[in-house]
């Protein structure tokens, strides 16, 4: 408030200066300085415009307190800093369009030449005329992004000598050789889980084809009756990957042999 109160005084000061100033140059024709007539007023005993108290301590004009800039909440819920807004927060970079969550219905599927059956999505499109695979695939009418989503389970024979750590060894391989369609393929870090009871590794992946569609997919291998390896990979266009692998919680959790 000393401040603002000072600054008034002194804008005053100048501005009857200046008037004073001009004044004596229109009346004396010649040009007289604010100081001179600064000085003239002490010197004839005249107050400059204004006085200080007796008890008045400069020391009170200095701030040393540290300026912060609050932080502004903008009408969009997002926190801007300074006079101008600026976002600041990593909200306000640009977001993929959020896709539904899908939902489905599960039923049946008997895969008779692998002596399994399982729950999963129904109205997929079976092909089992490949030896040991047994081939979901989801129908044209529901497909999402130009690309189905494609269920396979496969068995194929292991010696005896096959152990659990080779199962991570032949999991890396096939996904080398699944990566080879991609113009961008990674990889995350198997993980050991159970499938049908036998003990194996799993291990998610992302890629993206030539046309710019990204896919995400898993693969599960675990060895079966000490002399088979299962191995169950679902492929899913990425943007839907946690609703698909539902259906892969639903073929996990239910697939045994046939009785």
């Not at 400069?58 to 807004?85: F, I, L, Q, R």
């Not at 990593?90 to 599927?109: M, Q």
Request: proline share 6%; aromatic share 8%; hydrophobic share 35%.
């Amino acid at each position: 408030m000393k401040k603002q109160w000072m600054l008034i005084l002194l804008l005053t000061a100048a501005l009857a200066l200046c008037c004073v100033s001009g004044i004596a140059e229109e009346e004396g024709g010649g040009q007289v300085s604010p100081m001179d007539l600064i000085q003239g007023l002490v010197q004839s005993g005249e107050s400059p415009l204004y006085s200080l108290p007796d008890d008045y301590d400069p020391a009170s004009e200095e701030d040393n307190a540290v300026a912060v800039v609050p932080a502004v909440s903008a009408g969009s819920g997002k926190v801007y800093a300074g006079a101008t807004p600026i976002p600041i927060d990593p909200i306000d970079l640009p977001t993929p369009t959020p896709r539904p969550e899908l939902t489905f219905t599960y039923g049946d599927y008997v895969a008779s030449k692998l002596g399994l059956t399982f729950k999963s999505a129904v109205g997929y499109e079976v092909n089992d005329n490949i030896s040991g695979k047994y081939i979901l695939t989801e129908p044209a009418a529901a497909v999402k992004d130009n690309y189905p989503c494609t269920i396979t389970l496969e068995i194929s024979g292991i010696t005896k000598n096959y152990a659990v750590s080779d199962v991570k060894t032949s999991l890396a391989r096939y996904l080398s050789a699944e990566g080879a369609q991609y113009e961008t393929w990674e990889t995350m870090q198997a993980a050991s889980k159970t499938l049908m009871n036998g003990k194996g590794y799993y291990n998610n992946y992302r890629g993206v084809l030539s046309d710019g569609t990204i896919v995400r997919g898993r693969v599960h291998m675990a060895i079966i009756n000490d002399s088979q390896l299962l191995t169950l990979h679902i492929s899913c266009p990425g943007w839907f990957n946690s609703s698909y692998m539902k259906i892969y919680d639903q073929i996990h959790s239910s697939i045994k042999p046939i009785q």
